[in-house]
DNA sequence: GCGAAACGTTACCGGTCGGTAACTTAAACG
DNA sequence: CGTTTAAGTTACCGACCGGTAACGTTTCGC
């Protein structure tokens, strides 16, 4: 605490960790985790491998810290996506739907990196998995709750409806360009989807 | 052609290049495309690597063979479960949905190999994009074609939706165990969608 | 000024990667 | 029989993988 941080300076460089590990976040989303080395890393950083190695305990712990950093900026980006339709669960689903496309649509996407990374890292003992085991369960819980605020009977199906729209949209995001893409249909089937489970329309509470 | 091809004798040891190929397929599925070595198939396969190279120009080429031979099956299948049902748009819908919610709950499905691949070959110049991208259009292409002969209006909506669904409940395996998952949902969802863009039930023609 | 972090540099380790050369063995064929 | 073909065997290649040891250099707090 008494230490000074010469960070935070506007155009000071980072430290070297950080710029380690923002290099590895976007190597690893733009090429796959597995295509993409420490040397690669610490070489795109503008350092070597021996200053990695002293910033992060192995690879496969760089990785899962990615990961983490990845769900909690999700979860940051989600909680301001929602908070200005407070109330109204139905606006904010199609607020989340609507923020999604227009994602996919930019050029460059890459898809959801949790679900690339459930792909590309399949040893059951990767420090990884319980960090994309635990972000989809918690995905699909708020989605379920969202569901269930619109006052929807069976909001344990719509929510899971809510949940395979999403993961197929990040998941033809690959293979679909941005534009023309099945994924731009998913605002306009997530209103259809709401007609049949939540047909009243009525708002929380 | 006057080749007297001692293949197919029930019992006999197949072919080398069958046996590292299916071995190949099977590898590459469960553990994923670059987490296997070309040594880890051939020894697994019973052989060598030399005899690998003997059979297959490089591994590149025999991951593109793969994933066409997994297209070829998979429309096999595809027009198989379709059949019973000629004529009717709906319950061959359904009955695509049915097998594929049956395939997932099963033990040790790994989602749809196809987009499995995507994730893991990002480099543009890679023999599979091809057949990826191909079977992607395909599939879209024949679901839309499912959706236009129910009478749908907004067929091509409704076509996007069940590919959505469909990419949702793959992407969606790997985390999720197989019972109780959100993809159990998905011919109900199926029907909903059914209900609002088809709501007639009318049959094709 | 001084000690102590933080960082850069070079070399190295064992292992695996995709891929190849050369040689041997065995079986199928006429 | 001899020839052809498929296949096994061994050794090897350069490149890269994740990871480490040892040693300089810079920079910062005190």
Same mark, same amino acid.
């Given at each position: ?14 430290? =070297? ?18 295509? #993409? /080395? #420490? ?6 950083? !503008? ?27 999700? %979860?940051?980006? %989600? ?7 407070? !109330? ?22 890459? !898809? ?6 459930? =792909?590309?890292?399949? +040893? ?9 085991? +635990? ?13 269930? +605020? ?8 719509? /929510? ?16 679909? /360009? ?11 089937? =997530? ?15």
């Amino acid at each position: 605490m008494s230490k000074k941080l010469p960070d935070e300076a506007p155009g000071a460089a980072p430290r =070297v960790r950080d710029r380690i590990f923002q290099t590895a976040r976007e190597l690893f989303y733009r090429q796959g985790i597995r295509a #993409v /080395g #420490v040397d690669a890393i610490a070489c795109e950083a !503008g350092t070597n491998k021996m200053s990695f190695y002293r910033s992060f305990a192995s690879k496969d712990e760089l990785v899962a810290e990615c990961l983490r950093a990845q769900v909690g900026e999700f %979860w940051l980006r %989600w909680d301001a996506m929602l908070a200005p339709h407070a !109330g109204d669960a139905r606006a904010q689903i199609e607020a989340v739907f609507a923020s999604a496309a227009a994602k996919s649509c930019s050029e460059n996407d890459c !898809g959801c990196p949790l679900s690339n990374a459930a =792909v590309e890292l399949r +040893e059951a003992e990767h420090p990884g998995h319980e960090v994309i085991r +635990e972000y989809k369960r918690e995905l699909r819980r708020r989605l379920r709750e969202l569901a269930r +605020e619109t006052g929807a009977a069976d909001w344990q199906v719509l /929510g899971d409806g809510l949940l395979l729209l999403l993961e197929g949209s990040n998941s033809t995001r690959l293979t679909f /360009g941005g534009r023309g893409s099945p994924l731009s249909s998913a605002p306009e089937l =997530v209103r259809a989807l709401l007609a049949v489970y939540a047909p009243a329309g009525r708002r929380k509470r």
